[in-house]
């Protein structure tokens, strides 16, 4: 397998470069040159496998030739034995056709543990094997960071730095990211939002002259392709579970990054029957926006009761308008290059096809409140901000209600305790017991202003 670059100018690699590189040189993200496929045959005999068989299945067609399948097995094995419970993503059912799919039972209660398990032990392989350290450079709205550190603070080879916007995270997710204490793990809070953080990480992969000799740096984010990949195998698995692929099935995606919706279109390129794809977002809605005007446009950051969304600008759309104007990186290039300075729109072929595939929702704070009130009051299933941006987005947009509507359940309710306050709920949500000393722990982290010298400065001296 070769991945390429959607801005058509970087050199093509192969799974080992682009787990090691991230963000192409060119500035564009990596895809696969081809996408797998699998017959209804295939993914039927899913059903009844463990989530780690499937996830073999799934993912190693996008790792072979770079690691030998009983590596992979083993690397599989390991990174999902630290799950909470054994299906790994179990399924809950919350109406007749509607349920809720939870990616919190990993040690960080995030969705984004399902993928940063996996990264971080992929790693460790791939450094181990070459002998060379690296310095994982990361921007968080809250849940990224923790799971980076939580599956990376074992990597022999690895220093980690983790920009957060300096008080835009709740407490809990802060929290997890700045107790874990050790001599490679930084965390810097930036006095900027999470878009500025992206962006000096971006501009950092760009020109990596300020680190020490023999370093280079590794993308965790959603632009790490290995992240997008550990994401599609929690599509078969629930799909299969509901009757796929002998019936449709449809989802609801909370996304600010797009990273996780977008694994759902590769799901479907690889032959799931997903009927729709609802992009869910909250006040910063740039993808809803688009979907509905055939226009992509930033707007200023609204802080949310659901921060892990708080973000402007969606890095993995990148990905999505490569296919949607069928690969054309010089396309792709000249959109990218103008978004820079303006607002833009798509061909009207390519915005047609992204109708077809995706429809959107956007969920303000009181929306979203009402959201957890209403389910809580109906199930006594108790919902975290961003799940229920999900479930809203599911009712006020499903195309088909004989489908099984599926909603990604992203965090556990205990990250987002004042959003669980203001719907009503008269205690915070406890946290899971391996979490309970949370708040009483030591905390370590430095804040930096919001520029991109002292940061690098920050890291060139630290990382060494």
């Given at each position: ?97 509607e349920w809720v799919l939870e990616l ?211 890095s993995n759309f990148e990905r999505m ?144």
């Amino acid at each position: 397998m070769k991945y390429i670059s959607t801005r058509g100018k970087a050199p093509a690699l192969d799974f080992e470069g682009v787990l090691l590189t991230g963000l192409a040189s060119d500035g564009g993200l990596y895809v696969p040159e081809t996408i797998p496929a699998f017959s209804k045959d295939d993914i039927a005999a899913m059903a009844g496998m463990r989530y780690e068989d499937v996830a073999f299945k799934v993912m190693y067609p996008f790792v072979e030739g770079c690691i030998p399948a009983d590596d992979f097995k083993r690397i599989i094995d390991e990174t999902y034995a630290v799950f909470r419970h054994d299906a790994v993503t179990p399924l809950v059912q919350l109406d007749d056709n509607e349920w809720v799919l939870e990616l919190f039972h990993g040690p960080t209660l995030a969705f984004k543990d399902v993928a940063l398990q996996l990264l971080g032990r992929l790693l460790d392989y791939m450094l181990e094997k070459r002998g060379n350290r690296v310095v994982i450079l990361g921007a968080t709205s809250g849940d990224t960071g923790s799971a980076a550190i939580e599956g990376c603070r074992s990597c022999r080879n690895v220093d980690i730095v983790i920009l957060h916007p300096y008080q835009r995270v709740s407490e809990v997710q802060r929290r997890q990211m700045t107790t874990v204490i050790a001599d490679n793990i930084h965390n810097l809070s930036v006095r900027g939002n999470f878009d500025d953080c992206q962006q000096m990480v971006k501009d950092s992969f760009g020109d990596q002259s300020f680190l020490p000799e023999g370093r280079s740096l590794v993308a965790v984010n959603s632009i790490n392709w290995a992240r997008i990949m550990a994401q599609i195998v929690y599509y078969f698995t629930s799909a299969v579970a509901v009757g796929a692929p002998h019936r449709p099935v449809a989802y609801s995606v909370p996304t600010g990054n797009f990273g996780d919706i977008f694994a759902g279109y590769i799901a479907k390129r690889m032959g799931l029957p997903i009927d729709q794809l609802v992009i869910a977002t909250n006040r910063n809605d740039i993808l809803h926006r688009f979907l509905s005007g055939n226009k992509y446009e930033k707007h200023p950051l609204v802080h949310t009761l659901s921060p892990s969304m708080d973000i402007m600008i969606s890095s993995n759309f990148e990905r999505m308008l490569f296919e949607l104007y069928d690969r054309d990186a010089v396309a792709i290039r000249d959109l990218m290059d103008r978004f820079r300075t303006e607002p833009v729109s798509l061909r009207e072929d390519a915005f047609a096809k992204a109708r077809e595939l995706f429809t959107s929702e956007g969920v303000d704070d009181v929306r979203t409140c009402d959201t957890i009130r209403e389910v809580f009051g109906k199930t006594e299933y108790l919902l975290d901000p961003h799940t229920a941006i999900g479930v809203c987005a599911a009712r006020e947009t499903r195309r088909h209600p004989a489908v099984p509507m599926i909603c990604l359940a992203t965090a556990h309710p205990a990250k987002f305790a004042e959003a669980v306050r203001q719907s009503g709920q008269e205690e915070d949500p406890p946290l899971p017991h391996h979490m309970r000393d949370l708040l009483q722990r030591e905390e370590r982290y430095t804040v930096l202003d919001n520029d991109l010298k002292a940061i690098q400065s920050y890291v060139a001296k630290h990382c060494s």
